[in-house]
């Protein structure tokens, strides 16, 4: 990778880059992130696990971490999702696409969690396919 991909929360605390390119991105419908986002999909980007790299305000981020599922990071003073991070494995992690800098140049490849999408925003009809549940279930 030529330059390092780099990103970071509203405010600026937070700062990151990814060491290598991300591996697969999706949107995720499930209620959770209806929630945690107010908005009717999140998209992130899974990472190559180890590859990244805190530059700055590691003691501004908390996560949340619900009984089930992947506990979710985002900064304390504004409020922006950063990524999730496998329960097992917190090197393996999910990056927010819109808390990249520049174009990640992954694109989403898949929806989940569809059976519980927000009623008052049709999915797109972009061809991508869509799981009930979650797509590695
Ligand atoms: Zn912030
Ligand atoms: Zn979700």
């Known amino acids: 990778m030529a330059d ?3 990103g970071g929360c509203l405010c600026g605390g937070v700062r990151f880059e990814l060491t290598e390119p991300p591996t697969i991105a999706g949107y995720c419908h499930c209620t959770r992130c209806q929630r945690r986002t107010g908005t009717a999909a999140a998209a992130s980007a899974r990472i190559v696990p180890g590859s990244l790299r805190l530059l700055s ?3 501004l981020v908390r996560t949340f971490r619900p009984p089930d599922g992947w506990p979710k990071s985002f900064c304390s003073v504004c409020g922006s999702a950063l990524w999730s991070e496998h329960p097992d494995d917190a ?3 999910s990056i927010r696409l819109g808390a990249f800098d520049e174009d990640p140049g992954i694109r989403p490849s898949y929806r989940q969690f569809v059976a519980y999408a927000a009623p008052w925003e ?3 009809d972009d061809g991508l396919p869509r799981f009930p549940e979650s797509r590695t279930a």
Do not use: D, M
Request: hydrophobic share 35%.
């Open 4 to 6: 390092a991909l780099t």
């Open 122 to 124: 049709p999915i797109p």
């Open 91 to 93: 090197e393996l992690k």
């Open 57 to 59: 305000g590691e003691e």
